[in-house]
């Protein structure tokens, strides 16, 4: 009879990738969620990518705090590095992109892009030839590659939503993100998507998408357990060689010589 | 001690698809947002006042067709004694960015860029109807999340539903839900299965001829012949090869595509007063915040 014992402490040991995976199979079963959510026309345009493990998501959050600082000084310069922080933090990422919204807009001439009942913004800002959108431009100077077609991201909404609503029904705990899209595109992620959000998910004591105090990427968990680790080292020198004299000891039993001392006084 | 009801399961049921919309408010209020700054606003359509969106779809419907496959799904039900309960979702800040992320989602390179092109855009009749953009995208993904919130809570009470562009449009075009930048429709009912897909009156109305010459005309290249000849040629009938017809390309008349578009914005102008005039009779008092919702 196997035995699945699970903790969530140490971060990475063998029982805490025992609960680990389950919320991996939570984000499997988010981006089936996201791919049945409701769309204009029931045309596919979600891909997925699910990624985790300790490199991954350090490198995923590596890419947010080099992005926070292209964009020093502005407060998204903040939530970038805020949010690298929550990567680290969680159990597992799931990636969810829109391939259509740059390349193959609705064509629905909504107005959304441009207000004038057309699609002429974003076909007057994209290579095209005769509407047709020329793919292989792949190069943009801002954090996302617009103009994008509105119907498109509208409907991406729902695929991210219904993600969040399976975790949801699940009772685990997610929160998307459009920071961590962003800095899992140019790693490469959803190859094929200009609009991109990273969902992250946990199965923790606490919620870490939650109750962030500022300072976030400087105070946060992983740096208080380090505060530990690295004063911890430098007060354990307060002590001799055990071998020799230990205070502890000492104090011991004088404790238990005292507690003698006692009993025998009650008795008499 | 209970009082005894005997109860027709059905109609009581019917009734009951107002506490479904509440449940779809509740969730769609929770939705977790990107941005968490979309401003979102809901209202209840139920009843009679319904005939006056019909008449809009109708109208609209001469612009872009989709409002008329929703017109008439609805009062396939509406005159069946079915009629869903509209739930219009609508946001009220998605088309001015105060975010400063400056992320070019929309477009252009600052939020600012963007809501100075906003204010400033010139608006054709047809782009009066349809979306009044451009907006924000983050807050505009954020709305989507928002309105599947809704939908997802619908379909764990196991309600049909479908998310139309079309019903909120043709209600904010008559008078409802005026302070907010898009306005999305959410018919709750009737307790029927997929009621809102494999319509019924497309299934009647449909027969193989009319179906092919639609097709024929959207992929056109299904039923290409061999292109050698150097003949724009598509296959047509059993015996095909005796009834070639000739693909051909011709301008689409846009201006009068606007004209039609001004005369359906007057029409559904006049929609609108007749709605808020009906509206008046009944003591209903829009900018009230509890608006009665009785059938």
């Given at each position: 009879m196997p035995v699945i014992r699970m903790n969530d402490w140490p971060p990475y040991s063998a029982i805490d990738q025992n609960r680990r995976k389950c919320a991996v199979e939570a984000a499997r079963l988010m981006a089936n969620a996201a791919m049945t959510a409701p769309n204009a026309g029931g045309v596919s345009q979600v891909e997925a990518t699910i990624l985790y493990g300790m490199d991954e998501q350090e490198q995923l959050a590596r890419k947010m705090e080099e992005l926070a600082w292209q964009v020093d000084g502005k407060l998204i310069s903040?939530?970038?590095?805020?949010?690298?922080?929550?990567v680290r933090e969680s159990d597992v990422v799931l990636l969810l992109g829109d391939f259509r919204a740059k390349d193959t807009p609705m064509d629905a001439e909504c107005g959304f892009c441009s207000g004038t009942g057309n699609c002429s913004f974003l076909y007057e800002h994209r290579p095209q030839i005769h509407?047709?959108?020329?793919?292989?431009?792949?190069?943009?100077?801002?954090?996302?590659?617009?103009?994008?077609?509105?119907?498109?991201?509208?409907?991406?909404?729902?695929?991210?939503?219904?993600?969040?609503y399976m975790a949801n029904k699940l009772m685990i705990d997610a929160r998307a993100f459009w920071t961590v899209g962003v800095a899992a595109q140019r790693l490469g992620y959803?190859?094929?998507?200009?609009?991109?959000?990273?969902v992250l998910v946990a199965a923790l004591a606490k919620n870490p998408y939650v109750d962030v105090n500022t300072d976030y990427h400087v105070v946060n968990l992983q740096r208080l357990i380090d505060a530990n680790r690295r004063l911890y080292a430098l007060y354990r020198q307060a002590g001799g060689d055990y071998r020799v004299r230990d205070p502890g000891f000492e104090a011991e039993k004088q404790l238990r010589k005292d507690t003698t001392q006692t009993h025998q006084e009650e008795e008499e | 001690m209970v009082d005894m009801r005997i109860l027709d399961g059905e109609k009581f049921a019917h009734e009951k698809l107002l506490d479904v919309a509440a449940s779809c408010i509740h969730s769609l209020h929770k939705a977790p947002q990107v941005t968490g700054r979309v401003k979102v606003k809901t209202m209840i359509l139920t009843g009679k006042v319904l005939e006056f969106m019909f008449e809009a779809q109708?109208?609209?419907?001469?612009?872009?067709?989709?409002?008329?496959?929703?017109?008439a799904t609805w009062q396939r039900a509406y005159y069946a004694e079915e009629p869903p309960v509209l739930l219009l979702i609508g946001a009220q800040n998605i088309a001015r960015s105060e975010l400063n992320w400056d992320c070019g989602a929309c477009g252009f390179k600052t939020c600012r860029e963007m809501n100075k092109y906003h204010k400033d855009v010139k608006r054709g009749a047809v782009a009066e109807i349809m979306m009044h953009g451009p907006v924000c995208m983050w807050k505009l993904f954020d709305f989507g999340v928002v309105c599947d919130w809704a939908c997802a809570a619908c379909w764990q009470a196991n309600v049909t539903n479908r998310i139309e562009a079309a019903s909120g449009m043709c209600a904010k075009a008559i008078g409802f839900m005026q302070d907010c930048d898009v306005v999305y429709g959410l018919p709750i009912g009737p307790m029927k299965d997929m009621f809102w897909y494999s319509r019924e009156f497309i299934g009647e109305m449909m027969d193989q001829d009319l179906w092919l010459e639609h097709a024929q005309v959207n992929y056109p290249v299904l039923w290409s012949v061999f292109p050698g000849h150097g003949r724009p040629t598509i296959k047509h009938?059993?015996?095909?090869?005796?009834?070639?017809?000739?693909?051909?390309?011709?301008?689409f008349d846009l201006e009068g595509y606007e004209k039609i578009a001004e005369e359906c914005l007057k029409e559904v102008g006049t929609v609108k007063e007749r709605t808020m005039q009906f509206l008046k009779d009944n003591n209903i008092d829009l900018t009230a915040l509890d608006i009665p919702v009785k059938p």
């Amino acid at each position: 009879m196997p035995v699945i014992r699970m903790n969530d402490w140490p971060p990475y040991s063998a029982i805490d990738q025992n609960r680990r995976k389950c919320a991996v199979e939570a984000a499997r079963l988010m981006a089936n969620a996201a791919m049945t959510a409701p769309n204009a026309g029931g045309v596919s345009q979600v891909e997925a990518t699910i990624l985790y493990g300790m490199d991954e998501q350090e490198q995923l959050a590596r890419k947010m705090e080099e992005l926070a600082w292209q964009v020093d000084g502005k407060l998204i310069s903040r939530v970038f590095k805020y949010e690298a922080v929550m990567v680290r933090e969680s159990d597992v990422v799931l990636l969810l992109g829109d391939f259509r919204a740059k390349d193959t807009p609705m064509d629905a001439e909504c107005g959304f892009c441009s207000g004038t009942g057309n699609c002429s913004f974003l076909y007057e800002h994209r290579p095209q030839i005769h509407g047709l959108i020329d793919p292989t431009k792949r190069s943009f100077d801002t954090l996302v590659d617009g103009p994008l077609c509105g119907v498109r991201v509208h409907d991406f909404g729902y695929a991210v939503g219904s993600a969040l609503y399976m975790a949801n029904k699940l009772m685990i705990d997610a929160r998307a993100f459009w920071t961590v899209g962003v800095a899992a595109q140019r790693l490469g992620y959803c190859p094929d998507s200009a609009i991109q959000v990273g969902v992250l998910v946990a199965a923790l004591a606490k919620n870490p998408y939650v109750d962030v105090n500022t300072d976030y990427h400087v105070v946060n968990l992983q740096r208080l357990i380090d505060a530990n680790r690295r004063l911890y080292a430098l007060y354990r020198q307060a002590g001799g060689d055990y071998r020799v004299r230990d205070p502890g000891f000492e104090a011991e039993k004088q404790l238990r010589k005292d507690t003698t001392q006692t009993h025998q006084e009650e008795e008499e | 001690m209970v009082d005894m009801r005997i109860l027709d399961g059905e109609k009581f049921a019917h009734e009951k698809l107002l506490d479904v919309a509440a449940s779809c408010i509740h969730s769609l209020h929770k939705a977790p947002q990107v941005t968490g700054r979309v401003k979102v606003k809901t209202m209840i359509l139920t009843g009679k006042v319904l005939e006056f969106m019909f008449e809009a779809q109708a109208i609209l419907g001469r612009v872009a067709i989709f409002n008329i496959l929703s017109g008439a799904t609805w009062q396939r039900a509406y005159y069946a004694e079915e009629p869903p309960v509209l739930l219009l979702i609508g946001a009220q800040n998605i088309a001015r960015s105060e975010l400063n992320w400056d992320c070019g989602a929309c477009g252009f390179k600052t939020c600012r860029e963007m809501n100075k092109y906003h204010k400033d855009v010139k608006r054709g009749a047809v782009a009066e109807i349809m979306m009044h953009g451009p907006v924000c995208m983050w807050k505009l993904f954020d709305f989507g999340v928002v309105c599947d919130w809704a939908c997802a809570a619908c379909w764990q009470a196991n309600v049909t539903n479908r998310i139309e562009a079309a019903s909120g449009m043709c209600a904010k075009a008559i008078g409802f839900m005026q302070d907010c930048d898009v306005v999305y429709g959410l018919p709750i009912g009737p307790m029927k299965d997929m009621f809102w897909y494999s319509r019924e009156f497309i299934g009647e109305m449909m027969d193989q001829d009319l179906w092919l010459e639609h097709a024929q005309v959207n992929y056109p290249v299904l039923w290409s012949v061999f292109p050698g000849h150097g003949r724009p040629t598509i296959k047509h009938g059993q015996k095909w090869w005796e009834g070639l017809r000739e693909r051909t390309l011709k301008d689409f008349d846009l201006e009068g595509y606007e004209k039609i578009a001004e005369e359906c914005l007057k029409e559904v102008g006049t929609v609108k007063e007749r709605t808020m005039q009906f509206l008046k009779d009944n003591n209903i008092d829009l900018t009230a915040l509890d608006i009665p919702v009785k059938p």
